[in-house]
């Protein structure tokens, strides 16, 4: 779940509550901190997989399936198929990770640079695309998603597609409010007054001033990405198996579920790291901005 | 302006964005390279069961006039027919939507319990470790994937405790309430988790204003602030939220109906993708939009009531 309306709301919020002081501004927050080291880690086991795990994430030994965490050799116990379940995570870590990067970056680069246009130029375009917006906000997103899945068929590709298409709309929303606050602003009046075309105004004046809110949001978007690429698997539209994702893992362990609790509950335990990782890091970001 | 100005641009807004729902419904399958039977069908149909189900979606004709088949078609509640069950989507779906709303209700219901317990908890507790403590625990549950928080649950309270039954939704009220409670938790907590940040922050906000001060100068009682002066007015912000949620909510019931096996509309969407039984799949993008629609159309006219100050624009 998303918290597309709390956002802009809460910092709202922070802004108006917390006196801004310098030295708030300076000292990090532990919220920031613990977020970035949690992420670190994440991500040094994605980059370093094949050197963390002895086994290969998709290799089958049949002799040795269903062993509990702990076992010799098996430190996270191993699958109905005898394959280690913390090779199996960590390599995932590559995958999830890629989906959530990929799923937030052309919707951001997208919905920020519309967001700026119709902010700045107004007009027929900016109702326009607020009437595409209110269109899309429509659909359940998730539903939607699928929907759109079910058109293309399973897969990665098909999913950043999917969740592309409607996960633009976040970043437009809120480069276009701020925008809208910033086009009257003296520092862009002086820009017109001296013949900056509209273009440079946008890119070169409005942009670095209004994209950090939108940069913050990244870190939720993230998290719903992965969330949804996860659910996508979970339901058999994701990544296909044998390919280790959360997501599958957790669907496959659920016929095995009071056999081999662990094959459900470690995979989830993994997507939970990442996303509380990615969500700190986003609080943080927001708290430093409001302080 | 005034409320029924309001009110009327309200309603032109909705029938454009229903509208819109149309359109990209319609445009989704037919806006693709390719023929949209073979998509449906899969690359390995044969040329004959193309062409029939062509005849039978109508997409051999032109495009207006499918347009209009299919907007008609919704108006009278005939969504084309199902190309697994052989029978009227309209009837398949409409079965289904009541479970997947009682689960919806029943989640809001739950959420809006433990929104105002902790929310409140938290915001009296500005800082102190109950805050810090309802602070992380809902951050957790923001991240928390759905479908396995569900998992756990029937692990722990169900084949391990045996205090909830794993599936199915009972055949009496009672039951009822009984089979859907972990399904609504589940859903509940993760709603509960957006809407108790911005119920904290409402709060703290409001306690700062002038007629709660004046509220606390004439020496009510605390309690009797929170709830008449500070809670009313935290409160709308909160609501606005709920309703933005909705769609969230209908998307996560989809997953979890899944997980607890309710044979809700989020089971037939399932089966109708692996199935590619198209039709089904639109039907049931439709009336979850639909849904959204008048429910975020409820919310924005009940807050009109519920804020005499509300000013329209």
């Given at each position: 779940m998303s918290d597309l309306g709390a956002r802009p709301l809460a910092k709202a919020t922070l802004a108006q509550v917390t006196p801004v002081t310098r030295s708030r501004m300076i000292r990090l927050q532990p919220t920031l901190v613990s977020g970035l080291i949690l992420l670190g880690l994440v991500v040094v086991v994605a980059i370093a997989a094949p050197l963390l795990t002895p086994y290969d994430p998709i290799e089958q030994r049949f002799t040795e399936a269903f062993l509990p965490p702990l076992s010799p050799g098996h430190i996270l116990g191993t699958d109905n198929f005898g394959r280690d379940i913390w090779s199996r995570i960590a390599f995932s870590t590559r995958l999830d990770l890629q989906i959530g990067l990929l799923s937030v970056l052309f919707p951001f680069i997208f919905g920020s640079l519309m967001g700026i246009a119709t902010g700045y130029l107004g007009g027929k375009l900016d109702t326009i695309l607020m009437r595409i917006v209110d269109v899309l906000m429509a659909f359940p997103f998730l539903i939607l998603v699928i929907a759109i899945m079910s058109i293309l068929g399973p897969g990665l590709t098909n999913l950043y597609i999917a969740v592309g298409a409607v996960g633009w709309i976040p970043y437009a929303r809120i480069t276009r409010g701020e925008t809208l606050a910033t086009r009257h602003l003296e520092y862009v009046l002086a820009a017109r007054t001296i013949g900056c075309s509209s273009g440079r105004i946008m890119l070169r004046h409005i942009l670095p001033n209004v994209i950090a809110p939108a940069l913050i949001y990244v870190f939720t978007g993230m998290v719903l990405a992965i969330l949804t690429g996860a659910t996508l698997s979970f339901l058999g539209l994701g990544p296909q198996p044998p390919t280790p994702e959360w997501g599958a893992m957790i669907a496959e362990g659920r016929q095995f579920l009071l056999l081999a609790w662990w094959m459900t509950t470690l995979p989830g335990l993994a997507l939970l790291v990442v996303g509380v990782a990615l969500s700190l890091i986003g609080d943080g970001l927001a708290e430093r901005r409001g302080a | 302006m005034g409320r029924a100005t309001y009110i009327r641009r309200r309603l032109i807004l909705m029938a454009f964005v229903l509208f819109g729902v149309t359109v990209v419904i319609f445009g989704m399958i037919r806006i693709l390279p390719g023929d949209p039977a073979f998509l449906i069908l899969g690359d390995r149909a044969t040329d004959q069961k193309a062409a029939e189900l062509r005849e039978q979606l109508g997409l051999n004709r032109p495009f207006l006039e499918q347009y209009w088949m299919f907007v008609s078609g919704f108006a009278h509640g005939d969504m084309g027919r199902s190309l697994l069950y052989r029978q009227p989507v309209g009837d398949l779906v409409l079965t289904r939507v009541p479970i997947t709303l009682a689960l919806a209700a029943y989640a809001m219901g739950l959420a809006a319990i433990i929104t105002l317990t902790f929310g409140i908890l938290a915001a009296i507790n500005k800082g102190g470790w109950p805050d810090q403590l309802i602070r992380i625990g809902f951050l957790f549950a923001l991240t928390t994937p759905n479908f396995w928080f569900g998992i756990?649950?029937?692990?722990?309270?169900?084949?391990t405790l045996h205090w909830f039954p794993v599936a199915g939704f009972g055949e009496t009220l009672p039951q009822h309430i009984w089979y859907l409670f972990l399904p609504a938790l589940t859903l509940a907590l993760q709603l509960s988790a957006v809407l108790i940040r911005n119920l904290r922050g409402q709060i703290i906000l409001t306690m700062r204003s002038d007629y709660v001060r004046t509220a606390n100068a004439k020496g009510l009682s605390a309690s009797l602030v929170l709830l008449r002066h500070v809670l009313r007015n935290a409160l709308l912000s909160t609501v606005t939220i709920f309703g933005l949620q909705f769609g969230f909510l209908v998307g996560g019931a989809i997953v979890v109906e899944t997980v607890f096996a309710l044979p809700g509309t989020g089971q037939l969407l399932i089966q109708s993708i692996t199935a590619r039984d198209y039709p089904v799949v639109q039907a049931i993008t439709v009336?979850?939009?639909?849904?959204?629609?008048?429910?975020?159309?409820?919310?924005?006219?009940?807050?009109?009531?519920?804020?005499?100050?509300?000013?329209?624009?």
């Open positions: - | 756990l649950l029937i692990l722990l309270f169900g084949l009336v979850s939009a639909v849904l959204v629609i008048v429910v975020n159309l409820i919310v924005d006219l009940s807050y009109s009531f519920l804020d005499p100050r509300v000013t329209y624009e």
